[in-house]
């Protein structure tokens, strides 16, 4: 039978399902290659999975939607490196499930916030954004002050896990992790020490500046303050990250 | 051109297609430049391959051609494909902006601070170009206008320095950093004691308070008992090499004596800093801002709002 | 589609040779034509002495952010005036466009006076119309090929002068000239220039009406503007077509009365009007999207009619209302709310132009923080001042404030502010009043700044406010 032209534009689910192929193809042509690619992520050391508190923060954080405000990408512009610092790495991002990227900004960008502002900072920022910065239009979380529930931490990590970040269940594992990143990281990507390694980092930390409570806040402000923080740029040379492209 | 024009004013084509009984479909012809057109941006993709970075090939991709960017890394010469991260990298070298702002950083390195004040050229470029490095560094303890906060952090827009007001002074804070340390008196003094102290050092800033606690507290603050003018001298003017407040004018910034309508309110300010002390950090700029970044900074700070 | 044919990929572009006409119109267009080549070629010749600034008349420095415009200097932040300048070009052809239908199509138009422009090259080199359509259709001999070269060499070159002095007037002209031709210009210059080059060429010379035809919105939204009162170029069917059609001259259609006798109109169906226009349409077949206005077929038709010795007319400047023997009227609701609202902004432009100060003054308080407590007791205001001088002198200015009697103004720099010639100037001023003086917070006042020289410049002022702790 020859081919016509009027049977695809007359039988609309052939026509949606040869519309989503074609469609389907500019997407698959430019991000397929990506995972194959061997420059895609950049060769570079201090990139690790996120601790069970910092965890905790970045769900709260999604929960919150700070990502509709914040993105969390410098671009490589001159503009934002004088505002936010060294652009984002693909590398920076290898363990977040899901990226925070974003290019919406009505806050600024949060990819290198981590240890640029005090704990005190953001803990008065996040419950009353104006008692810090009167201009802002930030509105505020004060209900952060609740008690932070960890119990199902492990169970969280387990998600991740299943999606490919490497968080150790059994001993082998955690052997490669050690291998990977060093003792002190492996132990904190434990599943089976997750509830204890909160708690520790939390008390040693002191994030909401009350060291009585373990509050929602204490693992925000612990996420808040990691974030862009992991790699050490004066490392690398001006041009180096530019061979990955 | 006859068989053309009655192409042109014969009957309009159709796709032959009918729905609904008589709803057709025009089948009209292209004109031919926008055919050419067409064709032209395939041309143009074609080409755009073969220049710019197109094509995954293996675990590598086609870098395109003769779209090198060169750029200086520690003094040698580099050349990479085209890409935005090698474009910024030469941008940030030799870009207008930054050759620009280069020039302008000269002229401000080659300044002194009393030439840099005087000039309102060299001023307006501190100015902005310094909210940003202040933005980032200091504005998270200060505030982005420098008014610090009550308690915690110092003013920087006021006329009042703890560690003193000139440039260099600033230029000094910056640099090295500093411990703004006072011993709590929690146990030194009795609870009357505190009360006397605070009535002496309000009525150091002219408020009116009873004299006899007045008289006590000069005894404690000028005496061995409390020892305070080590620090903040026998007049309680402070002294800028200890960074200690002076206690004379009106302003506050541990104590909040002027959020208080009340004197009692106010004497309750001052004694719990006394009882409990003071204990802040400055910290050192020196090793995370380069000289000439502090050299901006400092102009900056003092600009705020009471530089001596 | 007709049965069995394949379909067509492309429409291909029927060729339309215009024939040459003389003629009334004819004789406007080239006056329109010749004073508008005049302007743009000449202007950026034209010197004009300046004591800041490119000594041209007309100049557009994009770095220093000026336009000059003979004694007008437009500063960036006067960039509105551009805005009322299209506004005034919009209403303007709507006005125009309602009353006398394309008159820009027809006569200001660049794409009409380049490709005229073009036409008449084509016509010098190659021959006229029937000689045109022969060298098209002949092979490809040397004879061909030297006139076609010809041909598109001037294009390039007409389309090369075109692009080179729209680059003049974004710089010095003599400069420029030399820097160009010694390769010694900026890359926006060259750029410039090749690419309207290329669009000149490909416009005028091959494109042509297919510009009006395809790619112009304007050409297309034009008919909203018009109505039955709009004048149209339109055959006069009436006469021309007569009861029995038209009738080419032959025996027993030799005369007037000849014709009559057997119903023949006056139109001898001498294809003229066809062969001058340059879009290649049949203008007896009415009122067409393509015709651009532009009276050419006008001019034919009145040089057949004078040969013959009949009235001209019988294609001519109407309106729909008079061809069917109503009165045509200009004065409509539609064209005099144009023409008001035409006249309104053209005035306001002027007052704005003619009353503008050539000195801004800004002042923006310090928001953060707002108000700060000083040692004294006093309470200090910070004040972000921007001065612009967009005058061609030196001037020296005293800052002062007004409205608050015990205050202190403290400018850092000196008393007077020497500002340089076209320069802008910015200083933090902060203001220092005990608040014990002030009546409330926030108190207003004002900033004044006063030229020192005896200039004509006016005394500018902005109000600001004072904040204080305490009462607010």
Same mark, same amino acid.
Not at chain 2, 235 to 244: E, H, I, L, R, Y
Not at chain 3, 387 to 409: H, Q, Y
């Given at each position: 039978?020859?081919?016509?032209h009027?049977?695809?534009e007359?039988?609309a689910?052939l026509?949606?399902?040869l519309?989503?192929?074609?469609?389907s193809?500019?997407?698959?042509?430019e991000?397929v290659?990506?995972y194959?690619?061997?420059?895609?992520?950049?060769?570079v050391?201090?990139?690790r999975p996120?601790?069970?508190?910092?965890?905790?923060?970045?769900d709260?954080?999604q929960?919150?939607?700070?990502?509709?405000?914040?993105?969390?990408?410098?671009?490589?512009?001159?503009?934002?490196?004088?505002?936010?610092?060294?652009?984002s790495l693909?590398?920076?991002?290898?363990?977040?499930h899901?990226?925070q990227?974003?290019?919406?900004?009505?806050?600024?960008d949060?990819a290198?916030?981590g240890e640029k502002y005090?704990?005190?900072?953001h803990?008065?920022?996040?419950?009353?954004?104006?008692?810090v910065v009167?201009?802002s239009?930030?509105p505020g979380?004060?209900?952060?002050m609740?008690?932070?529930?960890?119990?199902?931490?492990?169970?969280?990590?387990?998600?991740?896990?299943?999606?490919?970040?490497?968080?150790s269940?059994?001993?082998?594992?955690?052997?490669?992790?050690?291998?990977?990143?060093?003792?002190?990281?492996?132990?904190?990507?434990?599943?089976l020490?997750?509830?204890?390694?909160?708690?520790?980092?939390?008390q040693?930390?002191?994030y909401?500046?009350?060291?009585?409570?373990?509050?929602e806040?204490d693992?925000l402000?612990?996420?808040?303050?990691?974030?862009?923080?992991?790699?050490?740029?004066?490392?690398?040379?001006e041009?180096y990250?530019?061979?990955?492209? | 051109?006859?068989?053309?024009?009655?192409k042109q004013?014969?009957?309009?084509?159709?796709?032959?297609?009918?729905?609904?009984?008589?709803?057709?479909?025009?089948?009209?012809?292209?004109?031919?430049?926008?055919?050419?057109?067409f064709?032209?941006?395939?041309?143009?993709?074609?080409?755009?391959?073969?220049?710019?970075?197109?094509w995954?090939v293996?675990k590598g991709?086609t870098?395109?051609?003769?779209?090198n960017?060169?750029?200086?890394?520690n003094?040698?010469?580099r050349?990479?494909?085209?890409?935005t991260r090698?474009?910024l990298v030469?941008?940030?070298?030799?870009?207008?902006?930054?050759l620009?702002?280069?020039?302008?950083?000269?002229?401000?390195?080659?300044a002194?601070y009393?030439?840099?004040?005087?000039?309102?050229?060299?001023?307006?470029?501190?100015?902005?170009?310094?909210?940003?490095?202040?933005?980032?560094?200091?504005?998270?303890?200060?505030?982005?206008g420098?008014?610090?906060?009550?308690?915690?952090?110092?003013?920087?827009?006021d006329?009042?320095?703890?560690?003193?007001?000139s440039?260099?002074?600033?230029?000094?804070?910056?640099?090295?950093?500093?411990?703004?340390y006072?011993?709590?008196?929690a146990?030194?003094f009795?609870?009357e004691?505190?009360?006397?102290?605070?009535?002496?050092?309000?009525s150091?800033?002219?408020?009116?308070?009873?004299?006899?606690k007045?008289?006590?507290?000069?005894?404690?603050?000028?005496g061995?008992?409390?020892?305070?003018?080590?620090?903040?001298?026998?007049?309680?003017?402070?002294?800028k090499s200890?960074?200690?407040a002076?206690?004379?004018?009106?302003?506050?910034?541990?104590a909040?004596?002027?959020?208080?309508?009340?004197l009692?309110g106010?004497?309750?300010?001052v004694k719990?800093?006394?009882?409990?002390?003071?204990?802040?950090?400055?910290?050192?700029?020196?090793?995370?801002?380069?000289?000439?970044?502090?050299?901006?900074?400092?102009v900056y700070?003092?600009e705020?709002?009471?530089?001596q | 589609?007709?049965?069995?044919?394949?379909?067509?990929?492309?429409?291909?572009?029927?060729?339309?040779y215009?024939?040459s006409?003389?003629?009334?119109?004819?004789?406007?267009?080239?006056?329109?034509?010749a004073?508008?080549?005049g302007v743009?070629?000449?202007?950026?010749?034209l010197?004009?002495?300046?004591?800041?600034g490119?000594?041209?008349?007309?100049?557009f420095?994009?770095?220093?952010?000026?336009?000059?415009?003979?004694?007008?200097v437009?500063?960036?932040?006067?960039?509105?005036?551009?805005?009322?300048?299209?506004?005034?070009?919009?209403?303007?052809l709507f006005?125009v466009?309602g009353?006398a239908g394309?008159?820009?199509? #027809?006569?200001?138009?660049?794409?009409?006076?380049?490709?005229?422009v073009?036409?008449?090259?084509?016509?010098?080199?190659q021959?006229?119309?029937v000689?045109?359509?022969?060298?098209?259709?002949?092979?490809w001999?040397?004879?061909k090929?030297?006139k076609?070269l010809?041909?598109h060499?001037?294009w390039?070159?007409? $389309?090369?002068?075109? $692009?080179?002095?729209?680059?003049?007037?974004?710089?010095?002209?003599?400069?420029?000239?030399?820097?160009?031709?010694?390769?010694a210009?900026?890359?926006?210059?060259?750029?410039?220039?090749?690419?309207l080059m290329?669009t000149?060429?490909?416009?005028?010379?091959?494109?042509?009406?297919q510009v009006?035809?395809?790619?112009?919105p304007?050409?297309?939204f034009?008919?909203?503007?018009?109505?039955?009162?709009?004048l149209?170029?339109?055959?006069d069917e009436?006469?021309?077509e007569?009861?029995?059609g038209?009738?080419?001259?032959?025996? #027993?259609?030799k005369?007037?009365?000849d014709?009559e006798?057997?119903?023949? #109109?006056?139109?001898?169906?001498?294809?003229y009007c066809?062969?001058v226009?340059?879009?290649?349409?049949?203008i007896r077949?009415?009122?067409?999207?393509?015709c651009i206005?532009?009276?050419?077929?006008?001019?034919a038709?009145?040089?057949i009619?004078?040969?013959?010795?009949w009235?001209?007319?019988?294609?001519k400047?109407t309106?729909d209302?008079?061809?069917?023997?109503?009165k045509?009227r200009?004065?409509?609701?539609?064209?005099i709310?144009?023409?008001?609202?035409?006249i309104?902004?053209?005035?306001a432009?002027?007052?704005s132009?003619?009353?503008h100060v050539?000195?801004?003054?800004?002042?923006?308080?310090?928001r953060?923080p707002?108000?700060v407590?000083?040692?004294d007791?006093?309470?200090q205001?910070?004040?972000?001042?921007?001065i612009?001088?967009?005058?061609?002198r030196?001037?020296?200015?005293?800052?002062?404030?007004?409205g608050?009697?015990?205050a202190e103004?403290?400018?850092?720099?000196?008393q007077?502010l020497h500002?340089?010639?076209?320069?802008s100037?910015?200083?933090?001023?902060?203001?220092?009043?005990?608040?014990?003086?002030?009546?409330?917070?926030?108190?207003?006042?004002?900033?004044r700044?006063r030229?020192?020289?005896d200039?004509e410049?006016?005394?500018?002022?902005?109000?600001?406010?004072?904040?204080s702790?305490?009462?607010?």
């Amino acid at each position: 039978m020859k081919f016509k032209h009027e049977s695809i534009e007359i039988n609309a689910g052939l026509l949606i399902a040869l519309t989503m192929v074609v469609i389907s193809i500019g997407g698959l042509v430019e991000i397929v290659p990506l995972y194959y690619i061997n420059d895609t992520i950049e060769q570079v050391d201090g990139v690790r999975p996120y601790t069970p508190l910092e965890l905790r923060g970045r769900d709260i954080y999604q929960r919150e939607g700070c990502y509709l405000c914040h993105s969390q990408m410098i671009r490589p512009f001159r503009d934002e490196m004088l505002r936010y610092g060294h652009y984002s790495l693909a590398a920076e991002s290898q363990y977040d499930h899901p990226f925070q990227w974003g290019s919406k900004r009505t806050g600024p960008d949060l990819a290198r916030v981590g240890e640029k502002y005090s704990n005190e900072w953001h803990v008065a920022h996040l419950s009353d954004p104006r008692a810090v910065v009167p201009e802002s239009i930030m509105p505020g979380y004060p209900w952060l002050m609740q008690p932070l529930e960890y119990a199902d931490v492990g169970d969280r990590m387990r998600a991740l896990k299943f999606t490919g970040v490497p968080y150790s269940e059994t001993q082998q594992e955690y052997d490669a992790n050690v291998t990977k990143f060093g003792q002190g990281v492996a132990d904190s990507l434990n599943i089976l020490r997750a509830e204890k390694n909160l708690v520790q980092q939390a008390q040693t930390g002191n994030y909401d500046g009350d060291r009585a409570r373990l509050t929602e806040m204490d693992a925000l402000v612990a996420y808040l303050q990691m974030l862009g923080t992991l790699v050490d740029f004066s490392k690398y040379d001006e041009g180096y990250f530019a061979e990955f492209r | 051109m006859s068989e053309a024009k009655t192409k042109q004013q014969g009957a309009v084509q159709t796709t032959g297609h009918a729905w609904d009984g008589d709803i057709q479909e025009f089948n009209n012809p292209l004109p031919r430049w926008w055919l050419w057109g067409f064709y032209a941006s395939v041309v143009f993709a074609v080409l755009y391959w073969v220049i710019y970075p197109a094509w995954p090939v293996g675990k590598g991709y086609t870098t395109g051609l003769f779209n090198n960017i060169t750029y200086t890394v520690n003094g040698e010469e580099r050349s990479r494909h085209w890409n935005t991260r090698s474009l910024l990298v030469k941008d940030m070298q030799t870009g207008d902006e930054a050759l620009k702002t280069k020039e302008y950083m000269q002229k401000v390195a080659a300044a002194d601070y009393r030439q840099i004040l005087a000039d309102p050229d060299m001023m307006a470029f501190v100015r902005s170009v310094t909210k940003g490095l202040f933005g980032d560094n200091c504005a998270a303890c200060h505030g982005s206008g420098g008014a610090g906060v009550m308690g915690l952090f110092p003013n920087l827009a006021d006329d009042d320095w703890l560690w003193g007001g000139s440039v260099e002074d600033i230029q000094n804070t910056i640099t090295l950093g500093h411990t703004g340390y006072m011993p709590g008196f929690a146990r030194t003094f009795s609870d009357e004691q505190l009360d006397d102290v605070a009535h002496f050092v309000l009525s150091l800033s002219g408020h009116e308070v009873p004299a006899d606690k007045v008289a006590r507290g000069k005894q404690l603050f000028t005496g061995e008992g409390g020892g305070c003018y080590y620090c903040h001298t026998a007049a309680g003017t402070g002294m800028k090499s200890q960074g200690s407040a002076n206690l004379t004018d009106n302003i506050w910034t541990i104590a909040d004596v002027q959020g208080q309508t009340e004197l009692t309110g106010k004497v309750d300010a001052v004694k719990t800093v006394i009882r409990n002390g003071v204990n802040r950090v400055m910290p050192t700029w020196q090793g995370r801002l380069d000289e000439n970044q502090i050299k901006l900074l400092s102009v900056y700070v003092h600009e705020l709002g009471g530089g001596q | 589609m007709a049965e069995g044919t394949s379909p067509e990929l492309y429409h291909a572009r029927i060729p339309i040779y215009p024939r040459s006409v003389k003629g009334r119109f004819r004789t406007l267009k080239w006056g329109i034509l010749a004073l508008a080549y005049g302007v743009y070629f000449l202007i950026p010749w034209l010197r004009w002495e300046r004591v800041v600034g490119i000594p041209q008349a007309v100049a557009f420095d994009i770095e220093a952010r000026r336009f000059y415009l003979f004694d007008l200097v437009v500063h960036a932040q006067d960039i509105f005036w551009l805005a009322g300048l299209l506004v005034i070009a919009a209403l303007l052809l709507f006005f125009v466009t309602g009353i006398a239908g394309r008159v820009f199509c #027809g006569y200001f138009c660049f794409q009409t006076l380049w490709t005229d422009v073009y036409i008449l090259i084509e016509r010098l080199v190659q021959g006229e119309r029937v000689a045109r359509i022969r060298l098209d259709k002949q092979p490809w001999n040397g004879e061909k090929i030297a006139k076609k070269l010809l041909t598109h060499l001037l294009w390039l070159l007409v $389309g090369f002068w075109t $692009g080179f002095t729209f680059t003049l007037y974004w710089g010095n002209a003599p400069d420029l000239f030399l820097a160009f031709f010694t390769g010694a210009a900026p890359f926006p210059a060259y750029a410039t220039t090749l690419f309207l080059m290329f669009t000149t060429y490909v416009m005028a010379g091959l494109a042509r009406e297919q510009v009006c035809t395809y790619m112009c919105p304007y050409a297309r939204f034009q008919g909203a503007m018009f109505d039955r009162d709009t004048l149209i170029v339109a055959y006069d069917e009436k006469r021309g077509e007569g009861d029995a059609g038209r009738h080419k001259i032959a025996r #027993g259609f030799k005369s007037k009365s000849d014709r009559e006798v057997d119903g023949a #109109g006056d139109c001898i169906d001498c294809g003229y009007c066809v062969q001058v226009c340059p879009t290649g349409i049949d203008i007896r077949n009415g009122m067409q999207y393509q015709c651009i206005s532009c009276a050419l077929c006008i001019d034919a038709c009145d040089t057949i009619m004078d040969s013959l010795n009949w009235p001209r007319g019988l294609i001519k400047y109407t309106s729909d209302k008079a061809q069917h023997g109503e009165k045509t009227r200009f004065f409509t609701a539609k064209n005099i709310g144009y023409g008001v609202t035409l006249i309104a902004t053209v005035v306001a432009l002027i007052v704005s132009v003619v009353g503008h100060v050539p000195v801004d003054f800004n002042v923006s308080q310090v928001r953060q923080p707002l108000f700060v407590q000083m040692s004294d007791g006093r309470i200090q205001n910070s004040y972000e001042i921007k001065i612009n001088n967009k005058t061609d002198r030196a001037v020296p200015f005293a800052l002062e404030i007004d409205g608050l009697p015990s205050a202190e103004l403290d400018k850092r720099q000196k008393q007077h502010l020497h500002e340089q010639p076209a320069q802008s100037l910015s200083l933090l001023a902060r203001v220092r009043v005990n608040p014990q003086s002030l009546p409330a917070s926030p108190a207003e006042f004002r900033f004044r700044v006063r030229p020192q020289d005896d200039t004509e410049l006016p005394i500018l002022e902005q109000s600001a406010f004072f904040h204080s702790a305490g009462n607010h």
